[in-house]
């Protein structure tokens, strides 16, 4: 609250499995702020709070957490390994790591959807935001904000610049429609080959 009085923050709140926990760390902000206020203290009323997607709790909680946050953003790395349980640091099960499963393809919808029926800002991090194929099917479910790594950047524009929304879009109902990992990421082989 104090930065806040001189720049623009928001608060994302990770790990997130409840919706108790946004509306306690809502209160507590407040708290906080009005302390602040009666101790004179420089700072600004509030910060806009946000939810880190990152669970598959959240994930499906995502229409009510959207109702309580001022914006999303998708943690795709931890959302894939606790949808899949998979550790992603694990050797032997690497292959089954993938954010193209049917399953973790149908919660980025859910939750791109709620955030837009809410109307709250939804972004994407993670190493799927950096992946050429994955950026498409992003776009394709409605995604518009990716957070990737400076080296990413160049490739991530390309990709941006070069797919055409429909496209992007007629691959990810593809996607949606698949039932096995290769499909999703053949459909979206499929629509950028040309």
């Known amino acids: 609250l104090r930065a806040a009085a001189d720049r623009k923050i928001q608060l994302m709140l ?11 760390a809502r209160e507590m902000l407040l708290e906080e702020a009005l302390k602040l206020a009666r101790e004179g203290v420089r ?17 499906i909680l995502a229409d009510q957490l959207a109702q ?7 943690g795709t790395n931890d959302l894939v390994q606790y949808t899949l349980a998979v550790d992603r640091g694990n050797a032997r099960l690497a292959d089954r790591f993938t954010p193209h499963h049917p399953a973790v393809v149908r919660q980025l919808k859910g939750i791109v959807e709620a955030g837009q029926r809410a109307g709250i800002g939804v972004s994407v991090c993670g190493e799927m935001a950096s992946d050429p194929l994955s950026v498409v099917l992003l776009m394709g ?16 524009k390309w990709v941006v610049r070069m797919v055409p929304v429909a496209v992007a879009e007629a691959a ?8 096995r990992p290769a499909e999703v ?10």
Do not use: N, W
Not at 14 to 24: F, I, R, S
Not at 68 to 74: D, I, L, R, Y
Not at 185 to 194: G, I, M, N, P, S
């Open 172 to 179: 990810a109902a593809a996607a949606l429609a698949a039932d």
């Open 185 to 194: 990421t053949r459909a979206l082989q499929e629509a950028v080959k040309d």
């Open 141 to 156: 479910l409605g995604y518009r904000c990716l957070s990737v790594g400076p080296p990413a950047i160049p490739l991530v």
């Open 14 to 24: 990770p790990l997130v499995t409840q919706v108790e926990e946004v509306t306690q």
């Open 43 to 59: 700072a600004a009323a509030s910060v806009p709070v946000g939810v880190m997607i990152e669970t598959h709790a959240a994930a």
């Open 68 to 74: 309580h946050s001022a914006f999303f953003s998708v």
